[in-house]
């Protein structure tokens, strides 16, 4: 189908969102498309200045599918020019997801990131910056911000020895030695779908060097956290999802790096919201508990 015929979504108006991190202006369907701004406001944050070597990687030579969508801008702001007006996120969090089939919408996004990874060594030297944010938020606390400091030994205070000790050593790896490009901040939310069931991520701010694990723990974390903070019956199976992630990347991959990561980026999401964002003081111990779920998991694997 071709995107200047997809019947508008949801949005007639201009919507904008976002944290301390990052702000998504959408701006209402033109022709087919909707146009999205993302921005990172502060200048610690600005975007990967290795966007540019990155050119749109597309799992299928031709014809349908899932496909990356790299944005036009300088540092500061990228524009996408997208086939739909709310992202896949959204789409699970509003309890509309029932229609969706999620095995596929996962088992694309394993393709895209098979693609990516392939590249093999890049240009880039460093990890992710989302590998940053959450080394400098375990180590340092946020001493200008009391209430946010607090929060930050509340949920550390709750996690369990050795989940701690287990964080401690992984955060402590360098991953861009692994000199694989990964796309940084995988998850529903930098994901549209079309009207023909075709998934389009966007990729270029938060690229870098890590194990291809890296990506495929950070959708699999998000899965696990939607099936847990979601009302009951509202969020794809985490298992179900994972399955077809997995069988979409058809490569090799490392079940230890993948429950390490997919830890990694539960955390990941505890500092970035309680960082930068607002948060509910009371959430925090389940966090925790999710992690430290998670953790013993990890250490059934190589029991």
């Not at 709310?86 to 694309?108: C, H, N």
């Not at 999802?241 to 993948?258: E, F, I």
């Amino acid at each position: 189908m071709s995107t200047d015929t997809l019947t508008p979504g949801p949005f007639d108006a201009a919507v904008s969102y976002g944290t301390a991190i990052r702000t998504t202006h959408i701006e209402p369907a033109r022709r087919g498309r909707w146009q999205w701004t993302r921005t990172a406001p502060l200048e610690r944050h600005r975007f990967s200045s290795g966007l540019f070597t990155v050119p749109p990687a597309t799992a299928r030579a031709s014809g349908p599918g899932p496909r990356f969508a790299v944005g036009a801008g300088d540092t500061g702001r990228r524009a996408y020019a997208l086939p739909a007006g709310e992202s896949l996120a959204s789409v699970v969090l509003s309890g509309t997801a029932s229609d969706r089939d999620w095995p596929a919408v996962y088992r694309q996004w394993g393709m895209l990131l098979a693609s990516l990874h392939s590249r093999g060594a890049t240009t880039l030297d460093t990890a992710p910056p989302a590998r940053a944010r959450v080394q400098e938020w375990w180590a340092h606390p946020t001493p200008e911000d009391t209430r946010r400091a607090t929060a930050r030994r509340s949920f550390l205070d709750a996690l369990t020895d050795s989940a701690r000790e287990h964080l401690d050593d992984l955060l402590a790896v360098d991953l861009a030695a692994a000199r694989v490009l990964v796309h940084g901040w995988a998850g529903l939310g930098l994901s549209v779908q079309d009207a023909a069931g075709d998934v389009v991520v966007l990729l270029g701010e938060d690229v870098g060097c890590a194990p291809g694990e890296y990506d495929l723990g950070a959708l699999i974390a998000q899965s696990v956290e939607l099936a847990v903070f979601s009302p009951p019956g509202t969020a794809p199976s985490p298992t179900l999802v994972r399955d077809a992630l997995l069988d979409g990347y058809d490569r090799p991959a490392d079940r230890q790096a993948l429950a390490d990561h997919t830890i990694e980026h539960v955390v990941r999401h505890v500092a970035d919201f309680a960082q930068f964002s607002d948060f509910d003081d009371g959430e925090l111990p389940r966090w925790a508990a999710l992690v430290n779920w998670l953790d013993a998991g990890r250490r059934r694997l190589t029991e």
